[in-house]
């Protein structure tokens, strides 16, 4: 996987012809703002209204990249840079949305909404957002230039966009593939014709199935080989030892079990994150704040003075805006540069990015510390969720824009733009969702199950088992610098059995695939194999990803109009 994505960085960039997309030029316009902010509301208002109503929230960026291109070009635009930085924007508050969804709304779930206004909300979204900006600007350069990350979505993303310029057989190949993914998605979920999951077990505990999802089989042939295998590791030793073997011995109920793997998985995540900060950053530092960056990539003094400006807006707005002790502003906003990195290893391995759960390991260590008002802590989760979206999800455009060639530096200006922009229009849609349908509204159950939410809320007491969590910790570092993927394990124990039962069918087709691409012929001057092979995956996965942004749309107009 990484030879492709140098394969797709290093490519020559062609001669444009009429209508035909570009890899040069500069990728901040007016027209692409004007586009970018337009499409920003629009998106940003529906990840609201699907992560509360659906609890997913699919990643925009394939159907932002296409939108962004096709509007462009409809004014003379060709620029595929341009077309990057203006999908950006037009995503950023995507993020923004999931992490206040995500978590404020387990205050209504537990009925202290009376104490929570929009402008707490608005507090807490800008906090994480100017905290998400800062990380992204400190971890890109690592986590997306220096690293080996496979960031599916956005090497996706990428192959779009170049498919443009390619045209023939790539084009087809691409746009192929995701026509067939858009018609299997809207068939199981819009239709309903086909099975969201299949064979299905009654295990106590576990949810043992298949997620019919080409988007998930598309994420394990993209990621491959042992990433996936110690992803699928950590699953079976959760769901099938931990839970189901324990239950079944009689060690614990199946309550407990649950409790001790979840507290597991974050622990293992954590730790991950915290190896990465000991392994990768603390050495690297001095590359951070170089005053030379490859291709306007690096932080110059300047730089870092606005970066440092932004840390302290974030830690007022906090301390006395959501009042927050000065010591809990503090370990907010070093947990949140910590939280990112985990955040954007995981997103660059998996496509996927727990942000509800970085933002509970946070609110753990902040009602450690004495605090002990529910509503405050929610207010860390949000926080947090916020800047893991913000900071962790982006860095798959960061990786299209790395592969076509777009400047680090505008990339993260329409980030700013998109993010900001996204805050306002977050807290608006779940006040206005508030208004018409009242908070009872919200919970397991009701119109809006806002399911991440509510694990929050019940987990806003305390680690279910802290010994687990304490063992995770330590295992996850370990691991890590003995250079073993603990984030992977870590996914695979605490994310649903039927998700981490899929990726590694997807990865076994690419072996199958690579076996046979490595006895087959290739003529001159056509895709490689290995590039068809990643051309066809990113098609599937995008083709579910458009789907999924079209029918939160049509969601959100049918729900508005009912």
């Known amino acids: 996987m990484a030879s492709n994505a140098k394969h797709l960085a290093t490519a020559p960039k062609k001669a444009a012809p009429n209508g035909t997309a570009t890899s040069g030029g500069s990728g901040i316009s007016l027209a692409g703002v004007i586009i970018g902010i337009i ?15 659906m609890g997913a929230l699919p990643w925009p960026t394939i159907f932002t990249s296409i939108t962004a291109l096709v509007l462009l070009r409809a004014f003379g635009h060709n620029s595929l840079n341009e077309a990057n930085v203006t999908q950006i924007i037009m995503s950023a508050g995507s993020m923004v949305a999931g992490g206040l969804a995500f978590t404020i709304p387990g205050i209504w779930m537990l009925g202290q909404a009376d104490q929570v206004s929009w402008v707490e909300m608005l507090l807490v979204a800008l906090s994480g957002t100017l905290l998400g900006l800062v990380c992204t600007a400190l971890i890109r350069r690592r986590l997306v230039e220096e690293s080996n990350l496979e960031y599916p979505i956005g090497v996706a993303a990428a192959q779009t966009l170049r498919a443009s310029q390619a045209g023939g057989a790539t084009g087809v190949k691409l746009f192929g593939s995701m026509a067939l993914a858009g018609a299997w998605a809207a068939a199981r979920d819009v239709l309903g014709v086909i ?26 042939f993209l990621v491959g080989g042992a990433a996936v295998a110690f992803w699928f590791g950590g699953a079976v030793l959760a769901n099938l030892g931990i839970i189901w073997g324990g239950t079944t011995l009689g060690l614990y109920d199946v309550a407990t079990a649950q409790g001790i793997v979840s507290s597991l998985g974050m622990g293992l995540m954590m730790g991950s994150g915290l190896g990465v900060v000991l392994r990768d950053i603390i050495p690297s530092i001095p590359r951070y704040f170089s005053r030379k960056g490859e291709k306007g990539g690096g932080l110059r003094l300047l730089d870092v003075g606005g970066l440092a400006l932004l840390v302290a807006a974030a830690s007022l707005l906090v301390s006395f805006g959501l009042g927050l002790s000065p010591v809990a502003s503090a370990v907010i906003v070093a947990l949140s540069f910590v939280t990112t990195i985990m955040s954007a290893q995981s997103v660059g391995q998996t496509g996927i990015d727990p942000m509800e759960i970085f933002g509970l390991i946070v609110l753990l260590a902040v009602a450690a510390l004495g605090e002990s008002s529910q509503i405050k802590l929610f207010y860390v989760a949000g926080i947090i969720a916020v800047a893991c979206g913000l900071g962790g999800d982006v860095m798959s455009d960061f990786k299209t824009g790395q592969l076509i060639g777009t400047n680090p530096r505008e990339m993260w200006i329409g980030q700013a733009i998109g993010a900001l922009l996204g805050t306002g229009v977050s807290v608006a849609v779940m006040v206005a969702l508030v208004s018409a349908y009242g908070t009872g509204a919200f919970g397991p159950g009701q119109q809006f199950v806002a399911a991440q939410a509510s694990v929050v809320a019940t987990m806003v007491s305390g680690i279910p088992s802290v010994p687990a969590f304490a063992a995770g910790l330590v295992a996850g570092i370990v691991l890590y610098c003995l250079r073993l993927p603990s984030m992977m394990i870590g996914l695979g124990v605490y994310l649903p059995f039927y998700m981490s039962l899929s990726a590694p069918i997807g990865a076994l087709v690419k072996v199958v695939y690579d076996f046979i691409a490595k006895h087959g012929k290739g003529s001159e001057g056509e895709l490689s194999h290995d590039d068809t092979g990643i051309v066809v995956a990113s098609g599937l996965l995008g083709g579910e990803s458009i789907v999924g942004v079209i029918i939160a749309l049509m969601t959100v107009a049918t729900g508005l109009m009912g």
């Open 39 to 53: 499409g920003c509301v629009i998106i940003t208002a529906s990840s609201v209204y699907t992560a509360l109503k």
């Open 195 to 220: 099975p969201a999951m299949l064979l299905t077990l009654p295990i106590p505990g576990v949810s043992f199935g298949l997620y019919n999802s080409p988007m998930m089989l598309s994420v394990g």
